[in-house]
C-alpha cells in the first residue's frame, strides 16, 4: 500500500539559512498536517491543512510557512534557522479531518 | 487543555512477560484516541484507534482499551521485536484532527 512521502530525508543548513521539507500525502487523503518531534520528545504539532486550505496552527513560529498544493502535496518552508530547529519533521496525511493519521518517515534536519 | 500522560517512561520486560502501558486523558471531547509504534529515527506507526469508553481492539500480541479517562496497551507474550516507543495520543476539543501525544513509553523485551 502507498504510504506517506517525505523529501528530503536529511537536510544539514547552517544558522540563518532557508530550508524546504517536502510531503506527498497517501493517495486520496485531503488532510495534512506537519509535526516536529526534538531528541527525546514526542511529536509536536505545527500546521494542518484540509483541502489546500490552512485549517489548524500549532506552535509554529512565524520563521515557518506552509501551504498544500493541488495535487495535495505540501511544502515546509522554514527560514533563518536556528540551532533549535534541529529536529525530525513528521507530515502525517488522513482521509478526512479526525481520521486515522499516518505518519511519513520523517526529514531529519541539522542545523549548524 | 488537551493533556495525555502515558507510564511508565521506560518498560523492561523478558520475551514472554505480558503488561501494561498507561495512557490517561484530559481533554473537554474525546473525538479518538490513537495508539502508535516508533521506531527509533523512524515516524510512528499507526496501531489503533479507540472512539468510545468500553471499546478494544487487537492485533496480534496487542490489545488496546478504553475508559472515560484512560487507555491501555496490552502485551501478551512480548517476543524482542515488540521493543520500541509506544505513543498515545488524542483528537479532543479541535475538529481539525490535530493530535496531542504523551511522551511515550519505551519498551525494551529481552530475549
Known amino acids: 500500500a502507498a504510504g506517506v512521502i517525505q523529501s528530503p530525508r536529511h537536510l544539514i543548513k547552517e544558522k540563518r539559512e532557508t530550508a524546504t521539507l517536502k510531503c506527498y500525502p497517501i493517495?486520496?487523503?485531503?488532510?495534512v498536517y506537519w509535526y516536529q518531534q526534538g531528541p527525546g520528545q514526542d511529536p509536536q504539532f505545527l500546521i494542518s491543512?484540509?483541502?489546500?486550505?490552512?485549517?489548524d496552527k500549532g506552535s509554529i513560529p512565524d520563521r515557518f510557512s506552509a501551504q498544500q498544493f493541488s495535487d495535495y502535496h505540501s511544502e515546509l518552508n522554514m527560514s533563518s534557522l536556528e540551532l533549535g530547529d534541529s529536529a525530525l519533521y513528521f507530515c502525517?496525511?488522513?482521509?478526512?479531518?479526525?481520521?486515522?493519521?499516518?505518519f511519513g518517515p520523517g526529514t531529519r534536519l541539522t542545523v549548524t | 487543555e488537551d493533556q495525555v500522560t502515558q507510564s511508565p517512561e521506560a518498560l523492561r520486560l523478558q520475551e514472554g512477560e505480558s503488561s501494561s502501558l498507561n495512557c490517561s486523558y484530559t481533554?473537554?471531547?474525546?473525538?479518538?484516541l490513537f495508539w502508535y509504534r516508533q521506531d527509533p529515527g523512524k515516524g510512528p506507526e499507526f496501531l489503533f484507534t479507540?472512539?468510545?469508553a468500553g471499546e478494544e481492539k487487537e492485533k496480534e500480541r496487542l490489545k488496546a482499551t478504553l475508559t472515560k479517562k484512560e487507555s491501555f496497551l496490552h502485551i501478551t507474550a512480548p517476543k524482542p521485536e515488540d521493543s520500541a516507543t509506544y505513543l498515545c495520543?488524542?483528537?479532543?476539543?479541535?475538529?481539525?484532527?490535530?493530535?496531542?501525544f504523551g511522551q511515550g513509553t519505551t519498551l525494551q523485551v529481552k530475549p
Open positions: 502525517a496525511s488522513s482521509r478526512l479531518a479526525g481520521g486515522e493519521q499516518y
Open positions: 493517495p486520496r487523503h485531503d488532510t
Open positions: 491543512f484540509y483541502e489546500k486550505m490552512q485549517s
Open positions: 481533554v473537554s471531547g474525546l473525538r479518538g
Open positions: 479507540l472512539y468510545s
Open positions: 495520543a488524542v483528537h479532543g476539543s479541535s475538529n481539525t484532527g490535530k493530535l496531542i
